[in-house]
Each structure stands twice: as C-alpha cells, then as structure tokens.
C-alpha cells in the first residue's frame, strides 16, 4: 500500500511536467512574423528559427514558398497549424520530396489564438538547406488534383532532443549533511559531439513533490533536467515509457551499513546487534537460508540497536544482512502528506547457525 501511493504520487508529478512541459513549448518569447512566402522555390522567403510565420492561401493564389537551413545534424520539429487543411511539403536542397501531409483537424489548446487543423513533420535532417511549400492543392486518390482549401496558417520551427543523449558519471553520493556538488553530466548531440556546457541549462528538482531547489543536500532523489539553449525544445521528446530522455535521476543515499553482531543463545533464535547513525530512521535486516537471497527471505525493521528474530528452524544455517533506512516526508504540490523510505547499501553478508 505504502508503495501503491508512492508510485501514485510519482505518476501524477509526471503528468503535470508533461501537461506544464506541452504549455511551455509555446510559453516562450517567439518572434512572430508575417510572411507571404515566395510564389516558386526560387523565391522561397527565409524562415528564421524560433520564428512563428503567418500567411494565408487565397483561391487563384500560387503556393507558398519558405526556406530553412540545418547548421548540425539535429531532430527538427516543423508545424503548421492552420484554419483549413492545407498540405505541408517538405524539400532537400536538390528539390526531392522529403514529407508531405495534409493538415488533419486539431484543436490547438493554447493562447494566443485557436486552429483547427494541423500538419507537421518530425525528424532528423543533416547539414544543408531546405524548403517548405504550403498549398491548398491536393492529389486524389487517382493521381489527379484539386484546390480545396484557402486560409490562414502559422508556421513553428524549432529544433528537438530527440538524438542527444544526455549521462552522468555518478548517479548517487552519501549523505554528509553539507551540500554536494553538481553531478558531472556529458551532452552529446546528434553527430556525437560533445556540446558545451554554455549551450544548456541544468535544473533541479526535489523528486518526491516536484519542487525546484537550487542544490543537492538532502537525502532522497532528485531530478536533473538538461535544458539545452540556441533554439532547442528540451521537453518535445519523450522515450517509451512516457518520460523525458533530458531527465536524469541523482540520489542522495545514506552510509553503507558495515559491521554488526548476530548470536543464537536461545533454540529457534537469533539475535542480530547494528550500530545506529544519527542520520536514519532505523535498520532493515533481510534474512535468508540461500546464500545469494533469492529464495526464502525474510525482512525485519528495527529502530532501536537490537533485534531478536524468532520461530526460525533449529540446526539450520542462516544468511544475514542489513541496511540504514530514512523514513523521509514530504508535501505534494496539492497538499497531500507522503512519506518515502530511502535506503542505504546493504552490509557485508555474515552467516550463522541456528541452535
């Protein structure tokens, strides 16, 4: 149950960066402009980044035109949203006919404005230039073409995570009570190469409620979201399992446990003696007969220093372990009260027969 509401409260924290994350993309400070586009790939109008673009289609009026340049190999999300459903085509450089899609409805949710159709491409594209045309001419199903849609459009280009990938030297570090130095992370873009860390941001957040914090001290685990600058949506991508591939997970963890005593004085008993630390909550003891614990395993809490285990088989050899643990609580962002058991790396294993 304990870990049913844990896992509960993970899921909803994950929900709302996705939800806050979507809302984000198009949160930033975007430099609108209105371009016609040229009437033929010749006079394709250049399309800077970060830019939103706003045209129409008009009956009689030739397509639109626009042109884009690709500096490193990058995942590129392009968007059209528009008030009919027009056809979005993507060129190469040579004029080859990379994508093409006609806008299917789509109600755009966020501000300033709403549409009602939407196209777009997503991928990886190399170094070189490339066009955009928008038309409101279409192929039948038997090769011919028709003009069936005229109407306003935007246009959004921005470069994705998608095929950088983003680690950590170390994912944990040991309770001291001071603060711990920032992880070091590596960033490597879609060819491979190292990015500068000047081109990313890093943000952390307290994992258990979500909250931003501006460093690592506390036991427990926390998120660490790489957010990479020039033009780059960090929160566009996610793996399949729904979550952001520039989030990494950093622990803080207690000491590992080391010696402690175990004696059976008493038949069917045995007595287990561990040194407190002042940093956890209490110990948990695993119990086994199978050396490598993986079969008939017990497990036992103690708060105070010493723990008698009993109704264990007489003459039989026993497997013994153990490890810190810190019952940490917390406040969610609704105002729920949680709590959390963090643990500590288990002790050296010692062995003993019951009498």
């Known amino acids: 149950m304990k870990k049913l509401r844990v896992y509960l409260g993970l899921m909803l924290f994950a929900l709302f960066m996705g939800i806050a994350g979507e809302k984000q993309i198009f949160a930033k400070e975007w430099e609108k402009a209105s371009l016609a586009g040229g009437a033929s790939m010749e006079q394709a109008v250049n399309l800077p980044e970060l830019t939103i673009v706003s045209g129409n289609v008009t009956s009689g009026q030739a397509d639109r035109y626009y042109s884009f340049c690709v500096k490193d190999k990058v995942w590129y999300n392009i968007k059209l949203y528009s008030d009919k459903n027009l056809t979005f085509y993507l060129y190469n450089a040579k004029g080859k006919l990379l994508f093409r899609r006609t806008g299917g409805f789509h109600k755009r949710e966020f501000e300033p404005t709403t549409w009602d159709y939407s196209a777009d491409f997503y991928g990886n594209l190399a170094h070189g230039k490339y066009y955009i045309r928008v038309s409101g001419t279409s192929s039948t199903a038997s090769g011919g073409k028709y003009q069936d849609a005229f109407g306003d459009y935007e246009i959004f280009t921005f470069k994705s995570i998608r095929g950088m990938e983003f680690s950590m030297v170390k994912d ?12 070091a ?16 941001d890093i943000k952390i957040f307290y994992n258990y409620n979500g909250e931003p914090v501006s460093a690592i001290k506390e036991i427990g685990e926390y998120q660490i979201t790489i957010c990479p600058k020039d033009g780059y949506v960090y929160d566009e991508y996610s793996d399949s399992a729904g979550f952001p591939e520039n989030i990494m997970y950093f622990s803080v963890k207690l000491k590992k446990a080391k010696s402690f005593r175990i004696s059976s004085k008493k038949k069917g008993c045995i007595q287990v003696s561990a040194k407190r630390t002042k940093n956890a909550t209490g110990c948990e003891i695993m119990i086994s007969t199978d050396s490598k614990f993986e079969k008939n395993i017990k497990t036992y809490k103690m708060k105070t220093g010493k723990k008698a285990i009993t109704k264990l088989k007489s003459k039989k050899r026993y497997y013994v372990k153990f490890q810190y643990y810190k019952k940490v609580e917390y406040v969610s962002r609704s105002g729920f009260h949680y709590f959390h058991y963090c643990y500590g790396d288990w002790s050296p294993v010692k062995s003993i027969v019951c009498k």
Do not use: D, F, Q, R
Request: no cysteine.
């Open 185 to 200: 992370i590596t960033v490597k873009n879609a060819a491979g190469e190292v990015v500068s860390p000047k081109e990313y």
């Open 172 to 183: 944990y570090a040991v309770y001291t009570g001071k603060e711990i130095p920032m992880p």
